[in-house]
């Protein structure tokens, strides 16, 4: 199975804090660098509380890779 075709988890060996977007990033086949600054820029322009609570919520969610 290719690296962008697996199901949603959290890498051990991309993260920053939990790993949530390098996830997201190797599932869709995207730069993880990419993701984490436009995802640090909405979440700024929102006022940060909706972004730090998405995050949280996937963190919760998404099983860790193993």
Excluded at 15 to 27: D, E, F, N, T
Excluded at 33 to 56: D, K, M, N, Q, W
């Amino acid at each position: 199975m290719s690296e962008a075709r697996r199901g949603l988890s959290r890498p051990i060996d991309d993260r920053v804090l939990a790993g949530v977007v390098g996830g997201i990033a190797r599932r869709f086949g995207w730069s993880s660098t990419l993701l984490r600054v436009l995802y640090v820029v909405f979440s700024v322009l929102s006022a940060a509380f909706p972004g730090i609570l998405v995050y949280l919520v996937l963190w919760l969610l998404m099983p860790e890779d193993g």
